[in-house]
């Protein structure tokens, strides 16, 4: 049972556009977001979070939005730069912090920046 | 540099004949992470480990084991692996922070292929 869905498995963004990808969640006990960047051949890295106290979490070009009514997650990256092509997986957990809390993973949505 | 090294790359095995995947860290971090990930789905929790303590995820086979020797070392051991444990084996590591982000750190990851 998929808890963690992203529904677009790629996209395609004109450079200086913005990026927006979509991210839906079924547990309500889900409290910790998270978003992670994958190139190929390499591990996913961490990009940005965001607890459910808040909605929105600005990290430079990258914006996360959190609509926990709609248990729904964005995250927007403007503007898109070509290095920004990467796999993105959202990931949510039902605790923030502590050893061991699981991460559940969205299925990634492969993102292309076109220059 | 990198933090979390998986070896190898890449594992070709026999049907049935053991094989072990390595991953180490260079972070200091208390727990450390295995998680499966086949062709277009999100990455699965197998186990992970909180010092020495091995936590099994529920629905993970019996013909997966682990062994953490020591902080830097993890091990993920398919004791008869089948066709369908093919798929990309991810490492992380994470520190526990109480109240504080639970950030993953992933390896690059072991592609195993199995004949």
């Known amino acids: 049972d998929q808890q963690v869905k992203q529904n677009s498995p790629s996209l395609s963004v004109q450079e200086g556009r913005i990026s927006i990808l979509n991210c839906d969640y079924t547990?309500?006990?889900?409290?910790?977001f998270l978003w992670y960047k994958k190139y190929p051949a390499e591990g996913p890295t961490f990009l940005i979070s965001?607890?459910?106290?808040?909605d929105k979490n600005e990290d430079g070009r990258f914006t996360v939005f959190l609509n926990k009514s709609a248990k729904h997650l964005s995250l927007h990256i403007v503007p898109s730069q070509p290095g920004d092509s990467a796999v993105y997986f959202c990931?949510?957990?039902?605790?923030?912090?502590?050893?061991?809390?699981?991460?559940?993973f969205g299925t990634g949505t492969s993102l292309t920046v076109i220059p | 540099d990198a933090m979390v090294i998986q070896n190898p790359r890449y594992q070709v095995t026999q049907f049935g004949k053991p094989v072990t995947l390595s991953c180490s860290q260079t972070?200091?971090?208390?727990?450390m992470y295995w998680y499966q990930q086949k062709s277009s789905q999100a990455p699965k929790l197998l186990f992970h480990?909180?010092?020495?303590?091995?936590?099994n995820e529920a629905d993970t086979p019996d013909n997966f084991q682990s062994r953490r020797p020591n902080t830097s070392f993890c091990f993920l051991d398919i004791r008869s692996p089948g066709l369908g444990d093919a798929a990309m084996y991810l490492c992380?590591?994470?520190?526990?922070?109480?109240?504080?982000?639970?950030?993953?750190?992933f390896g690059a990851g072991t592609r195993l292929s199995v004949l």
């Open positions: 547990n309500s006990m889900f409290d910790y």
């Open positions: 992380a590591t994470s520190r526990d922070q109480s109240g504080g982000a639970d950030i993953q750190y």
């Open positions: 972070l200091n971090h208390n727990v």
């Open positions: 965001i607890s459910s106290i808040k």
């Open positions: 990931a949510a957990s039902p605790g923030v912090g502590g050893a061991g809390n699981q991460f559940y």
């Open positions: 480990y909180y010092d020495k303590d091995f936590n």
